[in-house]
């Protein structure tokens, strides 16, 4: 079995991208282009290894980078308002609206997924926000959508084929 991640308690193997690498990565990015306060909006504590692995990316990263892993940055689905029930639009929007009322402003937000970041980015747009100029955002999953907004997503994309590759050489 490759090393990985185990969201499951099955006995069968899961091969996928390397969620620290890839949030590390996302991160690294940001820092490079000048961002400081960076935000970390999806994370579901206790509830989802991915998820759990993204939220430790984003916080080893801008610690090697020396800037504060602030938890008040994570706009967690369960811990500042109300529980989500998933990672979609609509939880992007209101993690962003959590965020922005807490009176923090970030320079930089990075999302469990695409869809969650463009949910963030319409709210960033209703509040005069100017993304990237005011606030910079990536996603993760390189969606289609993601390139048809006023301002085209930035995102972590997935090698899907070399995800493929090994899964399916094993059976």
Known sequence: MLPGEREYDLPCDRIAIDNVAA????????????????AFIGARRGRSEPARLRVRGWREELTAAGLAADDGLVAADDGLVAAADGWGHAEGEAAMVRLLDSGRRPDAVFAYNDPMVIGAMRVL????????EDIAVVGFDDVVEGRFGAVSLTSVSPDKAAIGRPAVSRY
């Open 23 to 38: 949030d590390r990565a996302a991160v690294r990015h940001l820092v490079e282009v000048g961002r400081r306060e960076v």
């Open 125 to 132: 747009h209703a509040r005069g926000v100017r993304v990237p």
